[in-house]
């Protein structure tokens, strides 16, 4: 395509909020999947009910491909997200495949082996026009930026802007391995470290959530990069294992927000104390108590995806939350994914918007 195409087309990065109409955006795959390695900082995240089962499994099984046969379900579901996003007109793009079932090895650490690309949200963040690796937090997903290195690469050419947060050392000296639940975070302030997930964006308004994989030194790598373009607001919540805000709390158009009912903000910043937004705690999932994964996944019903303010994407299952959406004027869009949540995610998580069709505001 010549720049006067381009041009007239307008910027081919372009993202400022969760919910301006989508044009374009990355759907994550299952190929190369392996189990993850055990690792300190997985250990932090993992729900106290399944940690003996966890920590056994992950020590057997770390760096093994994960089987056709138990991806078969969830890339069923990924399929039926991608012909709904080409229905209502976005256009989807994939990573490529990554072999994570072998060992990683740096100077300072080896490990099993790697992760998944089911996740493109806690790699990459759209900000403005520009597109952002995050320095990631677990050594099992150091390498997962090599899957959307292509992309990268052509939506600079293009035009976008294009940036790596600094890549971390994730030496011991990164891991409080004495972290106390609910006190303190396994994440020390070694070295600057943030998923991409633990962020939610506002317009001129950028929440984000210190956890066990964002520390405050990343937030201030945020902070100086972006410079006056963005205000970052960090925020914390009562959830012994944080990792990602995008279970936690959801802006789903300007003036509505939802909140987790059993993860309460810690300290309300300024900017939402002053009024004129709705925050909404999200109905309870449908996700049965007898589910094995219930206490770490139950949660994913508020992860959802925008197509824009009225259309949002919603798991079929969850039916309080279409019920929600319905009586809060939204349109939702049902969409069966819950084989995907073994992989850590639903369709927040699993998708990146690379480009919205809006501009920069303030909604505060
Ligand atoms: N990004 C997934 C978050 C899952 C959770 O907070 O329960």
């Known amino acids: ?13 372009n993202s400022w909020n969760e919910w301006d109409p989508l044009e374009e955006v990355i759907v994550g795959i299952l190929d ?23 920590r056994k499994y992950h020590r057997a099984h770390g760096g093994k491909r994960i089987e056709k046969l138990h991806t078969a379900p969830a890339l069923r579901e990924l399929k039926e997200l991608v012909a709904i996003l080409e229905g209502e007109g976005v256009e989807v793009r994939r990573p490529d495949p990554i072999d994570h079932a072998r060992p990683l090895v ?15 949200r806690d790699v990459l963040i759209v900000l403005g ?9 677990w050594r099992s997903r150091y390498f997962e930026f090599l899957a959307y290195r292509k992309l990268c690469k052509e939506y600079f050419r293009k035009g976008a ?14 891991y409080d391995y004495d972290w106390k639940p609910g006190e303190t975070y396994v994440t020390t302030e070694f070295e600057p470290l943030f998923d991409a997930a633990d962020m939610a ?19 201030e790598w945020l902070r100086a990069h972006y410079g006056d373009q963005f205000t970052f607001h960090r925020l914390e919540f009562d959830d012994y294992r944080a990792i990602h805000i995008d279970a936690t709390f959801v802006p789903l158009r300007p003036g509505l927000a939802l909140t987790n009912p059993d993860r309460p903000m810690k300290e309300v910043p300024d900017v939402l104390k002053k009024g004129g937004w709705d925050l909404v705690e999200a109905p309870r999932s449908t996700l049965p108590e007898s ?3 219930y206490h770490s996944f139950r949660w994913l019903s508020m992860n959802m995806l925008n197509i824009d303010e009225k259309r949002i994407i919603v798991e079929a299952s969850e039916e309080p939350t279409i019920a929600f959406l319905k009586d809060h004027g939204f ?6 994914f819950r084989n995907n949540y073994k992989f850590g995610g639903s369709f927040h998580c699993a998708t990146v918007d690379v480009r919205r069709r809006g501009t920069l505001q303030s909604y505060f």
């Not at 010549?2 to 307008?10: I, P, Q, R, Y």
């Not at 950028?206 to 030194?217: A, G, K, M």
């Open 1 to 13: 395509m010549s720049d006067e195409v381009n041009a007239a087309k307008g910027p081919v990065v």
């Open 291 to 293: 589910h094995p994964w």
């Open 129 to 137: 026009n520009e597109i952002l690796e995050a320095p990631m937090a």
């Open 106 to 120: 740096t100077p300072l650490w080896a490990t099993q082996g790697g992760n998944c690309q089911a996740n493109p």
């Open 201 to 219: 964006r506002c317009g001129k308004d950028i929440f984000i959530q210190r956890s066990h994989v964002t520390n405050d030194f990343g937030i």
């Open 161 to 174: 802007r294009w940036r790596a947060a600094p890549k971390p050392a994730m030496s011991e000296r990164a």
């Open 331 to 336: 349109e939702p869009i049902p969409c069966r």
């Open 32 to 54: 190369g999947a392996a189990a993850l390695t055990w690792e300190v900082a997985f250990e932090a995240v993992t729900a106290k009910e399944h940690l003996d089962r966890s």
